[in-house]
């Protein structure tokens, strides 16, 4: 199932099972009791990010060659950081360049989404995929001048802006996905693509993450994992490559779709 989170007609929020002419079957559930079929079509007026989440844990330097062209080594262990849930941000909705808190470093980040649909503390990577409800996209856009120079050796600050989360367009359940492992992952920017590789590439697979994250420590349902991004990010290029107002981002998972998202600075 392709599950998205709409406004329908009737101003209200809903779930739904997407259909291929644009509405969708609203669902009855939720991601913690899970959902059941209504039989009912409805109008897609406008797509949703397709989950609020309760918690969005994010993954740093997990592909290979992204590490490399960071100049750091291969992380022994998953390298954590978090996201305020406010910073999620719909798909076709802007992404804002900070200009209250001034930024001029603003990269993308295409990422693995993975959305934990049942509730996970101390579980081992052999049943790790059983908490998994789907996947979707993810941009981690990151201010890199906050989270490099001015963030006192944290990365929560530079990561955490309002809009910095868009996410999806729809989740899709781990029926229809069931190896997130061999996905080829794309951002376009512009129409030109910037990133190009394939999930195959992490350091730390989905099961193994779940495994980690979930020691000592509940993952309520709801959460989203952010699994890292490969080379090509914007601060990596010769002259560094990054997001201006004007420019529209694309982040693209074989399977899932493609996350779209113009960019406008801030109003003050």
Same mark, same amino acid.
């Given at each position: ?88 941000? =719909? ?30 503390? =101390?579980?081992?990577?052999?049943? %790790? ?9 993810? =941009? ?31 989740? $899709? ?6 190896? %997130? ?18 999930? =195959? ?5 989905? %099961? ?24 090509? $990010? ?35």
């Amino acid at each position: 199932m392709r599950l998205i989170r709409f406004i329908g007609p009737d101003g209200g929020t809903r779930f739904g099972a997407q259909i291929d002419d644009g509405s969708a079957e609203a669902l009855s559930g939720s991601v913690a009791e899970g959902f059941s079929r209504t039989g009912e079509t409805a109008r897609v007026v406008k797509l949703l990010a397709p989950i609020e989440p309760a918690a969005i844990f994010c993954i740093g330097l997990n592909y290979r060659f992204h590490a490399e062209e960071s100049g750091a080594k291969i992380p022994e262990r998953p390298i954590l950081f978090f996201k305020s849930p406010a910073a999620i941000q =719909n798909p076709g909705d802007p992404i804002e360049i900070p200009r209250c808190l001034r930024s001029e470093e603003v990269d993308y980040e295409c990422e693995l989404a993975v959305v934990i649909g049942k509730a996970a503390k =101390n579980v081992s990577r052999e049943h %790790a995929l059983e908490h998994v409800l789907g996947y979707t996209c993810a =941009n981690d856009v990151s201010a890199r001048d906050w989270q490099i120079k001015y963030g006192g050796g944290q990365w929560c600050r530079g990561k955490t802006f309002d809009t910095f989360c868009p996410l999806g367009p729809a989740i $899709v359940t781990t029926d229809e996905l069931p190896n %997130a492992g061999e996905l080829g992952i794309r951002t376009v920017l512009n129409g030109q693509a910037v990133q190009d590789w394939n999930t =195959n590439d992490m350091i730390f697979d989905v %099961a193994s993450l779940i495994e980690f994250l979930s020691g000592s420590t509940t993952l309520p349902a709801g959460s989203v994992i952010l699994t890292g991004t490969p080379q090509g $990010v914007g601060m990596a290029h010769k002259p560094p490559l990054f997001l201006k107002a004007g420019d529209v981002v694309s982040i693209e998972i074989d399977g899932i779709g493609a996350l779209t998202n113009p960019v406008v600075e801030e109003r003050c």
